[in-house]
């Protein structure tokens, strides 16, 4: 083959590659908003901590040391035990997961106690409180109760100096519908101001804009 025959088909393959992906994208579909998953909490003093995915739980199956053990939770939000294979564990509390462990092996042991401890505390995605935008490291971060907006802002590493902090936004879930309040950050990093200071929930995400010199 001669190299201007090459020449030839190597353009005309990447004239064809070319709109093969430019058709791709002009019928690609838009991709819909993220699931929102409202929190079990929904004030500071009722906070019940959710298994996720990384979490290590330790069951034990009173009179059984064999079925008892330390297990991983898999991203898929499963464990497998000895006896019983893929047992949903993700978004449920210990005390939940430790009933429900027990309905399942009373198919197979008489009266069974059951006891669920966490030892590895990463929890679901639904219940971190995530903050975006100019912090010094935003990031996803574990809920703690009775978590602050100053808490968060010190686990961030606080604000950029092209932060509009007095116009940051929390967005939180409420009866299932998302609901935007503004946080004056600035007040309360550098003017002190504790009034700024407020409560945060699990699921909340805190949006810093940049300023506008």
């Known amino acids: 083959m001669t190299t201007k025959n090459k020449g030839m088909k190597l353009l005309a393959l990447t004239l064809s590659i070319s709109f093969f992906t430019l058709m791709g994208c ?102 971190q409180i995530r903050i975006v935008g100019e912090a010094s490291n935003p990031k996803a971060i574990n809920y703690r109760q009775h978590m602050t907006l100053l808490d968060v802002m010190v686990v961030v590493g606080g604000l950029t100096e092209f932060a509009d902090g007095n116009n940051a936004q929390l967005i939180r879930v409420v009866d299932g519908k998302k609901v935007s309040y503004r946080v004056a950050l600035d007040d309360l990093i550098k003017s002190g101001d504790i009034n700024a200071n407020s409560d945060v929930l699990p699921g909340d995400i805190i949006i810093i804009p940049e300023a506008w010199f």
């Open 26 to 127: 002009s019928s690609s579909p838009t991709l819909g908003p993220a699931t929102t998953y409202p929190s079990l909490t929904t004030s500071v003093d009722n906070y019940q901590y959710l298994i996720g995915p990384g979490d290590s739980v330790e069951i034990f199956v009173w009179r059984n040391p064999e079925i008892s053990g330390n297990f991983l939770v898999r991203p898929d939000g499963k464990i497998t035990t000895s006896l019983v294979e893929d047992i949903p564990v993700s978004g449920k509390t210990p005390t939940m997961l430790a009933r429900e462990i027990e309905q399942t092996l009373s198919k197979f042991i008489r009266d069974p106690i059951v006891t669920v401890t966490v030892s590895r505390f990463v929890g679901p995605f639904s219940e």
